[in-house]
């Protein structure tokens, strides 16, 4: 190093750390700071599962932070699907609509919407092959297919309990009105088939 610039880091130093410090702390203050996500879509009225929507069932909102997956333009959920009820005012998320491969079921099946045990809905994956079962044991579906499932285990993403995970599963008509008929009887029990 040459001499001149020595004396002049030695003669300066603290008025350089000074300077160095107030950068560092501009710098983490700025990555800190939330940063506002923009406008979302959020749902203008209650919406049930497998309803199709269209724009006149959103409304941009502007949020102060930042949602997973957040879909933010209207003409990506035109004649959309959703998997499962959504409260008027929450924002959409992509994990919210029946993507394409979801969208077009096999003839006679439908896109149903269950609350598995938190255990047996972590167990299956989207494309897994399930049996369901009544809380009596009885036999609601002997081959359904996992088509969503939510990733969220808390109150305020789908409005289930804490002990329940939303799966978007398909079945027959048969068999979603032995779902029906189940539902009141207690849990439904999710048990993954071999392929």
């Known amino acids: 190093m040459k001499p001149s610039v020595r004396l002049f880091l030695i003669q300066y130093r603290r008025e350089i750390s000074a300077f160095c410090a107030a950068l560092a702390a501009i710098l983490?203050?700025?990555l800190l700071r939330p940063h506002p996500a923009g406008a979302v879509l959020v749902a203008q009225h209650s919406l049930v599962a497998g309803q199709l929507v269209t724009r006149q069932d959103f409304t941009e909102l502007r949020l102060d932070r930042t949602w997973p997956d957040a879909i933010?333009?209207?003409q990506a959920i035109d004649g959309q699907r959703i998997t499962?009820?959504?409260n008027a005012g929450t924002p959409l998320s992509s994990s919210d609509l029946l993507t394409s491969t979801t969208a077009h079921l096999p003839t006679g099946t439908l896109a149903v919407s269950i609350n598995a045990d938190v255990s047996d809905g972590a167990v299956a994956s989207i494309g897994n092959h399930v049996?369901?079962?009544s809380a009596d044991g009885s036999v609601i579906?002997?081959?359904s297919v996992v088509l969503a499932?939510?990733?969220s285990r808390n109150q305020t993403s789908f409005g289930v309990s804490a002990?329940?995970?939303?799966l978007l599963v398909s079945m027959n008509q048969q068999n979603v009105s032995a779902?029906?008929?189940s539902r009141s009887h207690g849990d439904i029990t999710v048990a993954l088939r071999s392929n």
């Open 163 to 166: 002990q329940h995970l939303p």
């Open 72 to 74: 933010t333009e209207m």
């Open 131 to 133: 049996e369901l079962f």
């Open 149 to 151: 499932k939510s990733e």
């Open 141 to 143: 579906s002997e081959d």
């Open 179 to 181: 779902l029906a008929q």
């Open 84 to 86: 499962h009820s959504l």
């Open 28 to 30: 983490a203050i700025s």
